[in-house]
Each structure stands twice: as structure tokens, then as C-alpha cells.
């Protein structure tokens, strides 16, 4: 991820860690936009 600069690794049981973040704040913004990224390639899948 560009902005913030930060590298997240996904994993297929859904967890995920996100390194390189300078603030607790970038790490939220990053996880928000891969969330934003998934749902828009509609990727994301939700249990019922």
C-alpha cells in the first residue's frame, strides 16, 4: 500500500498483520482501504 506506506500480509483464514506503519492511525487507514479495495473487486464474503 501506498498511502499510508505500509505492506499487509492476508491470509486465507481471514487474519491479517500490517508492517511498516509509523502510527496506530496508519495501520487503521490501511486496513480500511484493503477492506474498501476487496469489497470493491468483490472479494470480500460475509457468513450468513
Keep these: 500500500m501506498l498511502d499510508p506506506k505500509t505492506v499487509i500480509l492476508l ?5 491479517l498483520v500490517c508492517t511498516g506503519a ?6 487503521y487507514r490501511s486496513v ?3 477492506h474498501s ?3 470493491e473487486k468483490n472479494l470480500m464474503i460475509y457468513d450468513q
Design 37 to 39: 479495495l476487496l469489497e
Design 22 to 27: 509509523k502510527k496506530e492511525s496508519d495501520v
Design 11 to 15: 491470509f486465507a483464514s481471514g487474519k
Design 32 to 34: 480500511h482501504n484493503l
